[in-house]
């Protein structure tokens, strides 16, 4: 029985273009000005040395910020950048030059099981913070009271089994009682291998169904049935 529905955010509870064509170029535009007006800002010092660690070299201010704006460029899925995207963006909601943006049906379905008492958690390669500014700040409203948690990158890659075995223990459950929905195939088949009930989500704007793929894919979170 399902107690608990995973639910990923990029391609499933809101447009990829969202993410791509908004977020993404906001904080590439904000990037630089962000860092250089809080360098003093123990957190913000502490990301600009995780991003000397990962490059394995001593890095000038300035090619620390060329190094993020290249990730972001790159979509890479890297705490350090994920952090400090979070943070610009929370500056950017904060004015209302950002608004965050969630399907009607992936609202709607969350809210119905919410009230049925399944419980609700997110995972995505955006940082905690940045989860919880897009869900507060939707075409609905504050929506985290929908939800009991949020897992990014530190509890572990979105494509390994490790990581979603480790949510299950965090939340109390075997992985057989929650659900997982995400757009991406592999998340899907990791998910999968640690135990997990399935579901892949194939947004037409966003993905295409994959033929023989031994998992069920849905167009929408009202095909999706507990």
Same mark, same amino acid.
């Given at each position: 029985?399902?107690?608990?529905?995973?639910?990923?955010?990029?391609?499933?509870?809101?447009?990829? !273009?969202?993410?791509?064509?908004? =977020?993404?170029?906001? +904080?590439? &535009?904000?990037?630089?000005?962000?860092?250089?007006? @809080? *360098?003093?800002?123990?957190?913000?010092?502490?990301? =600009?040395?995780?991003?000397?660690?990962?490059?394995?070299?001593?890095? +000038?201010?300035?090619?620390?910020?060329?190094?993020?704006?290249? /990730?972001? &460029?790159?979509?890479?899925?890297?705490?350090?950048?994920?952090?400090?995207?979070? =943070?610009? /963006? &929370?500056?950017?909601?904060? !004015?209302?030059?950002?608004?965050?943006?969630?399907?009607?049906? %992936?609202?709607?379905?969350?809210?119905? /099981?919410?009230?049925?008492?399944?419980?609700?958690? #997110?995972?995505? !390669?955006?940082?905690?913070?940045?989860?919880?500014?897009?869900? +507060?700040?939707?075409?609905?409203? $504050?929506?985290?009271?929908?939800?009991?948690?949020?897992?990014?990158?530190?509890?572990?890659? *979105?494509?390994?089994?490790?990581?979603?075995?480790?949510? %299950?223990?965090?939340?109390?459950?075997?992985?057989?009682?929650?659900?997982?929905?995400? $757009?991406?195939?592999?998340?899907?088949?990791?998910?999968? !291998?640690?135990?997990?009930?399935?579901?892949?989500?194939?947004?037409?704007?966003? %993905?295409?169904?994959?033929?023989?793929?031994?998992? +069920?894919? #849905?167009?929408?979170? @009202? &095909?999706?049935?507990?």
């Amino acid at each position: 029985m399902v107690k608990a529905v995973l639910t990923d955010i990029e391609g499933t509870t809101t447009p990829i !273009s969202f993410v791509k064509d908004v =977020l993404f170029p906001y +904080s590439y &535009e904000k990037i630089e000005e962000f860092i250089l007006k @809080n *360098k003093e800002n123990p957190q913000i010092l502490s990301i =600009l040395e995780e991003v000397k660690k990962i490059e394995g070299k001593d890095l +000038s201010l300035e090619e620390v910020i060329d190094t993020l704006k290249r /990730w972001i &460029e790159e979509d890479r899925k890297i705490t350090p950048l994920k952090e400090i995207q979070g =943070l610009i /963006w &929370e500056e950017g909601y904060k !004015s209302g030059k950002l608004k965050g943006f969630v399907y009607p049906d %992936a609202y709607q379905k969350l809210k119905e /099981w919410f009230e049925k008492g399944i419980k609700l958690y #997110v995972y995505s !390669s955006g940082s905690v913070k940045a989860q919880k500014l897009l869900f +507060s700040n939707t075409n609905f409203g $504050d929506l985290n009271y929908l939800f009991s948690g949020y897992f990014d990158t530190n509890i572990g890659n *979105k494509k390994e089994k490790d990581s979603y075995v480790k949510i %299950a223990n965090h939340i109390g459950l075997e992985p057989r009682e929650v659900l997982f929905l995400s $757009d991406n195939p592999e998340e899907i088949v990791a998910a999968a !291998s640690a135990g997990m009930n399935v579901v892949r989500l194939v947004r037409p704007s966003d %993905a295409e169904h994959i033929k023989d793929f031994p998992y +069920s894919q #849905v167009e929408s979170f @009202n &095909e999706i049935k507990i």
